[in-house]
């Protein structure tokens, strides 16, 4: 499980809050983890507990993925830089 201590912190980074930084920061992590996964070759235990905490953090809100980029409230609103989870 040595193998952990590099990809938990992964799902710590926070995601940008300008909409485009959102694009870049989505392909950075696409690469690093490909990097990861192919020059570590982590065991099948990690790479399974990895997997699921990522299916888990996707799935628990609109948003909290960081495998691809969610801007629902892009167009939205009257222009200002609030955050997409206010009501309004």
């Known amino acids: 499980m040595y193998c952990l201590q590099w990809l938990i912190p992964v799902l710590l980074i926070p995601k940008p809050v300008p ?8 392909v950075f992590m696409v690469l690093y ?3 990861f996964f192919l020059e570590r070759k982590p065991c ?3 790479s399974l507990v990895f997997l699921a905490a990522v299916t ?3 799935y628990s809100g609109i948003g909290n993925c960081l495998l691809w ?3 629902d409230c892009q167009g939205e609103g009257s222009g200002t830089s609030e955050l997409c989870g ?3």
């Open 19 to 26: 909409a485009g930084l959102l694009h870049n920061h989505v």
């Open 33 to 35: 983890l490909t990097g």
């Open 44 to 46: 099948t235990i990690c």
């Open 56 to 58: 888990v953090l996707c």
């Open 69 to 71: 980029p969610t801007a």
């Open 86 to 88: 206010g009501g309004g």
